[in-house]
């Protein structure tokens, strides 16, 4: 059985990127190096840190090989030089499909090593307002496998923005020994005053674990503005750490004898009486990539 130690210092880092590849990623090396101040065992950016496009096509362009690419580069010499778990939010990885990527979130060790890879699964194709529409499966193929890693402080699952809304795949997370859920991501304006936190905070509540959300938060260079209000929420609900607007860095500890503790006091997770069939797969066209 692993043992695991009980305490571990969490940060998440807000940002406001742009189609400015160079400049987002000085943005981040800065960010993080802050968060290294005060201490840090496990970092994670947003969504879409290095590169928010003019259109969502333009993120095509910057797709990168799995394994090769500048911003993978990048994500790994951060980890390694910090000695962290590094969270990369999401960056575009080539699929099968020469019109459509992975919106891939990449974990790398404090070696520098990639110790995960999740692809989002549910892709924002929604009306927000009259005006205001989105539909990523024009550019992106959705993933279909739920990821869980390791660390020495907790088992670690990941989702990306949207799948905030699909507490079915929390769920699959916590069943696979999820203890600590990070979800970056980049919040509409709208759907985040209207969602955000009561969405963070409960599926920390509802799957007794911490939660580190971290938000694109401001108004980007392609007009789109994002929420901000990036999060770290302990397993109770309770908002440990906030950032309002802009770039900034917020820090949590976890204590993980605490987390359990929450979960043999008031166990409701053994209480579950349903359980929930997985959909079948959205579409043939999809491939392994």
Request: charged share 25%; aromatic share 6%.
């Amino acid at each position: 059985m692993t043992q695991y130690e009980d305490e571990a210092r969490l940060v998440a880092i807000q940002m406001v990127s742009g189609d400015d590849l160079g400049a987002n990623l000085e943005a981040a090396d800065r960010l993080i190096a802050e968060a290294m101040d005060s201490g840090a065992d496990l970092v994670a950016l947003p969504e879409n840190f290095a590169f928010v496009g003019r259109d969502d096509a333009a993120k095509l362009a910057l797709a990168e090989a799995d394994g090769s690419g500048p911003i993978q580069s990048f994500l790994a010499e951060q980890a390694q030089r910090h000695g962290i778990f590094l969270v990369g939010g999401t960056i575009p990885l080539r699929s099968c499909d020469p019109l459509r990527a992975r919106a891939a979130c990449l974990v790398y060790s404090p070696t520098g090593e990639r110790c995960a890879r999740y692809d989002k699964i549910h892709l924002f194709d929604v009306a927000v307002g009259v005006n205001e529409r989105y539909c990523e499966s024009e550019t992106l193929q959705g993933g279909d496998s739920v990821v869980i890693f390791d660390t020495p402080f907790a088992r670690v699952g990941l989702a990306v923005c949207y799948d905030l809304r699909f507490p079915e795949l929390f769920r699959e997370l916590v069943a696979g020994g999820a203890e600590l859920l990070v979800v970056p991501s980049a919040f509409t304006a709208l759907t985040g005053a209207a969602h955000w936190e009561l969405l963070v905070r409960t599926r920390a509540v509802e799957n007794l674990c911490y939660v580190v959300a971290p938000d694109q938060g401001g108004e980007h260079p392609n007009g789109r503005v994002t929420y901000g209000e990036t999060l770290i929420v302990d397993p109770w609900g309770r908002v440990l750490s906030r950032c309002s607007r802009g770039p900034g860095v917020v820090h949590a500890r976890m204590v993980r004898s605490k987390l359990h503790e929450t979960r043999r006091r008031f166990p409701v997770l053994d209480h579950r009486r349903l359980r929930v069939a997985a959909p079948a797969p959205r579409s043939t066209e999809e491939c392994n990539v």
